[in-house]
């Protein structure tokens, strides 16, 4: 039924679609030159192509189809007219399209990408070469080494690959692939280029639209050997997420007054409706200083400098059964039940409590990026180098939160949220007010810094092993992240906050509840408002939250690599090499031994966990030329990929409400992978490719996350005494202040083995403007204790028809990715599993001439939702909706 309907509305968006799509110039020579600059890397020789104008839908297809077929290695490319002209706002939107890589859409637009059915943590990302540093924007979430797209603005890359397959000049440390990353640089672009954008971007679910706009410029000199090129942009959207949420399950049996269903039957601990609002904003600019006074010497100086804007309002108004014992014992039904789950139920206006969650936060990322590369060719050998510094900072991630409850009878259902028995009453602020506490103000901090140094060293001879490259390179990664948090918020109800009516939201959910979908709405300036006019105390911050989530890491890598290159007589060619690297860690946190936390902290419990590793990974790429419109590839590699900062950390972020945590450990290694690739090509007509391809990886010491029970202090024993004194014997809770929790950490827990493939098929259709791309991965991967593996999807199918002819040109995306586990939807929650994907997205446009053109994109045509559950979909634990978006451009470029 999945499929009929998916294909279905393929077919109707396929005859709606096929209109224009303006494609900006981009000159073929850079991408000629980018292929003989790859090829100079690894000492072959190649032969400058003949300059031609890349522009459009199908020229683009054909660029990155010859970067694929040139490459000494297993790689798939994109280049601009792909990157700048999908239906998309970020890489990571044009990257769905390359075979093997998928996409979690949490917000509905992507941000980290997986490549052949890996975590996207387990791959690296780099922009000219160098790393680029990221911080959270997201209040309480924890830092990731997967690359964040989010960050960069299509208009300022040039190209990208993706490899799948190492070669020992690349850098370690992912186990699906490492992406490469190619700014515009000026000497590549024609003398004076400009080019820009404005925009529009609007969301139909918030029924708001929001302005964007880009501009590049590159000059150079006559000779062509000094160029300097700008890029910036300005972009805004618009994001509109709603919710229906479920916070755990329990036992009917935990409900002793209820009636209706046997005691084994599984319960919702709540029904949350979840409203998240926000404007993202992104200002970037990247400067390249480019100089080549001769063919031997050249020096490439960028700065990159990107500040982003994600304030948001989220508001979760959720039945939490089970947050003290009246609650429990207020639950006097239970019903509907299906898949051993009840669906319905009613608690009594005795002891019946509904919970309004209001958190107003503050985001502001800056990141900058200082990166300069040399290279020199001498008489049969080469030498470069690159050096630079990228730093990304958010100090004040702050949260203003509020939480009134309403204490009466309602009945909820899984589907259609609560009902209240008085509704008249609920629509009352006066009624929403304070259980003896009333929220807080919290703080966090986090910073990522990474500085690098490289050098290369390329000898090149006659025979069959032609080129000998090797280097060292040198990464310092520094990673802070800390949080304070300050009660003292005023008691009272939202008659006193402040109320600017009431909601409308869950309309994509047919049939929710009129009473949860249109409650009062607080608003975020009275939230605000309410919490900086308490009299909080900022001498004394929390000491739990403090101890739990602050702490540091650095970790300093140096690596060694040989390459050797070869070509035989024949036709096969390729690379062996061996890389060598040595990791120091040093990871600080808070060892309180199991006392209750205190600030100022004693400094015997700032414990920093000091750990070394060495590893020598070999690979090797062969690639046959069968025939003329035949290759072959086969590669092995060893390799390794560090799990995120926060997991190697002695770091505990709680829950105190669910009992939940989640945390890191500072004693875990690297996983460690035996990757193998094999691959058939035939390119069979032109800009035509039929390729199947056949990964398998071997993951040893893999890290798995546990959920243990520990003992933790819970700081609601400081801030709400009313609320702690029922808690204690309740969950484990002793006068102490310490409950039981269930918290998971990470393991280096066994191994796991990955394996799939890959079909890639790419044709346009003579000289009718119709053409098509496409392709479809299947992933296999389990641990050795039998678990899936994170973010893989089983299948995945990509199809995207396009027409261009004259000025007028189309091309529609289709997207598609089976269930697969993402992250657990709230503090140390089980990791919850995100049901089938379909993204539809199409792109519409005109040229006006050779130096104007308008396009309108849209995306996620069939309005998607985004459902995640807990091993069956019965136990639903989120469903999200995030409407469809467009976009207006009018494009120009001289």
């Known amino acids: 039924m999945i499929i009929r309907r998916n294909l279905l509305a393929l077919s109707i968006v396929t005859a709606l679609s096929f209109q224009g799509l303006a494609q900006a110039e981009v000159a073929a020579g850079a991408n000629a030159d980018a292929n003989a600059e790859a090829a100079a890397a690894d000492g072959r020789d190649t032969q400058q192509l003949e300059e031609v104008v890349v522009k459009g839908i199908r020229q683009s297809l054909k660029a990155s189809l010859d970067t694929k077929r040139e490459a000494e290695a297993v790689v798939e490319s994109i280049t601009a007219e792909d990157i700048g002209k999908f239906p998309n706002t970020n890489v990571a939107e044009a990257m769905a399209q390359i075979p093997g890589v ?173 409203w998240f609002q926000q404007t993202r904003k992104r200002n970037s600019a990247v400067v390249n200083l480019q100089l080549k006074p001769s063919e031997d010497f050249e020096a490439n100086l960028s700065g990159m400098y990107i500040r982003e804007n994600f304030d948001n309002y989220n508001q979760s108004m959720y039945s939490y059964t089970t947050w003290l014992p009246s609650t429990v014992a207020a639950v006097d039904q239970l019903g509907g039940v299906r898949g051993g789950v009840a669906q319905t139920g009613h608690s009594s206006a005795d002891g019946g409590a509904v919970i309004y969650d209001n958190q107003a936060r503050q985001s502001e990322v800056t990141t900058k990026g200082l990166d300069l590369n040399l290279q020199y060719r001498g008489d049969g050998w080469d030498v470069g180098g690159q050096i630079g510094r990228s730093k990304s900072e958010n100090p004040n991630i702050t949260q203003w939160f509020i939480e009134p409850v309403y204490f009466g009878g309602f009945s909820w259902d899984t589907s259609r949220g609560v009902t209240f028995d008085d509704p008249a009453a609920a629509r009352n602020p006066a009624n929403w007010k304070d259980a003896g506490w009333m929220g807080n103000r919290g703080i966090f901090s986090s910073e990522g810094e990474d500085t690098y140094g490289q050098v290369d060293f390329s000898k090149h001879f006659e025979g069959v092993f032609h080129t000998l490259q090797v280097g060292y390179r040198h990464n310092k990664h520094e990673e802070a992240y800390g949080l304070y948090v300050y ?71 140096d690596a060694f690599y040989a390459q050797l290159n070869f070509q035989t007589e024949g036709q096969l060619h390729g690379n062996f090499g061996l890389r060598y690297v040595d990791t120091e ?49 086969f590669s092995g590699a060893k390799v390794i990929a560090w799990a995120p900062y926060n997991q190697m950390v002695n770091n505990t972020f709680l829950n105190d409400s669910t009992l939940t945590g989640a945390g890191g450990n500072a004693d875990l290694g690297p996983y460690e992978s035996t990757n193998f690739n094999l691959s058939a090509e035939w390119y069979f007509a032109e800009s035509s490719v039929l390729a199947a391809s056949v ?86 991967g389990r641990t050795d204790q039998g678990n899936p593996m994170p973010y893989q999807s089983k299948n995945a199918l990509t199809i995207s028809p396009y027409y261009e002819k004259g000025p007028f040109s189309a091309r529609l995306n289709y997207n598609f990715r089976s269930k697969y586990l993402a992250g657990g939807y709230v503090a140390g929650a089980a990791p919850a599993s995100v049901d089938n994907y379909t993204e539809v997205g199409a792109s519409l446009g005109w040229n006006f001439n050779d130096n104007f053109g308008v396009t309108l994109d849209a995306s996620n045509l069939t309005d998607e939702k985004y459902f995640q559950y807990l091993g069956s979909k019965d136990y639903v634990a989120g469903k999200y909706s995030t409407g469809r978006r467009y976009m207006l451009t009018f494009r120009a470029g001289f």
Not at 105 to 132: A, M
């Open 585 to 633: 860690t040093d990871a600080s946190g808070y060892n309180p031994g199991g006392a209750a936390p205190v600030l100022p902290a004693p400094a015997s419990w700032w414990q920093t966990k000091n750990s070394q590793y060495d590893k020598v990974l070999p690979s090797f790429n062969l690639i046959y030329d069968a025939a003329d419109d035949v290759v072959l590839r």
């Open 102 to 274: 998928t996409i979690d859409r949490r917000f509905g637009q992507g941000e980290r990408v997986s490549i052949d059915g890996t975590d996207p943590s387990l791959n690296l990302s780099f922009i000219d070469g160098h790393p680029v540093a990221q911080s959270i924007w997201l209040y309480g979430e924890q830092p990731n080494r997967g690359f964040d797209f989010t960050l960069i603005a299509p208009e300022i890359l040039g190209r990208l690959e993706v490899y799948k397959s190492p070669e020992a000049r690349l850098p370690e440390g992912s186990i699906g692939g490492t992406i490469l990353m190619h700014t515009r640089k000026p000497l590549d672009l024609d003398k004076n280029t400009l080019s820009g954008s404005v925009g529009y971007s609007y969301s139909d679910q918030a029924s708001k639209g929001k302005p964007n706009a880009s501009i590049l410029y590159s000059v150079k000199n006559d000779a062509e050997t000094f160029g300097l090129a700008v890029a910036a942009q300005h972009y805004e959207e618009q994001v509109d997420r709603q919710g229906i949420e479920i916070f755990g399950y329990v036992p009917a049996s935990t409900f002793t007054n209820a009636t209706g269903v046997s005691g084994d039957t599984m319960v919702p601990n709540s029904v949350n409706a979840a």
């Open 695 to 780: 990964f398998y990886k071997d993951v040893s010491n893999y890290i798995d996350r546990i959920a243990r029970i520990e003992r933790q202090y819970n700081s609601i024993r400081d801030n709400n005494p009313d609320q702690w004194g029922a808690l204690v014997g309740f969950h484990g809770c002793t006068a102490d202040g310490f409950c039981d929790y269930s918290v998971s950490r990470p393991y280096n827990a066994g191994s796991a083995t990955v394996k799939g493939f890959n079909l890639n098929y790419q044709q346009p259709f003579g000289e009718t403007g119709f053409g098509v791309a496409a392709n479809y991965t299947y992933a296999l």
């Open 487 to 557: 009660g003292g918020v005023r008691l009272g109800s939202l008659a006193d906050v402040g109320t600017i009516g009431y909601a409308d939201t869950m309309g994509a959910f047919d049939g929710f509840s009129y009473d949860h979908g249109h409650h009062v709405y607080v608003g975020r300036d009275n939230v605000i408002d309410w919490v900086r006019g308490s009299p909080i105390n900022y001498s004394a911050p929390d000491p739990g939250s403090t101890i739990n989530n602050t702490w540091a890491l650095e970790q300093n890598t």
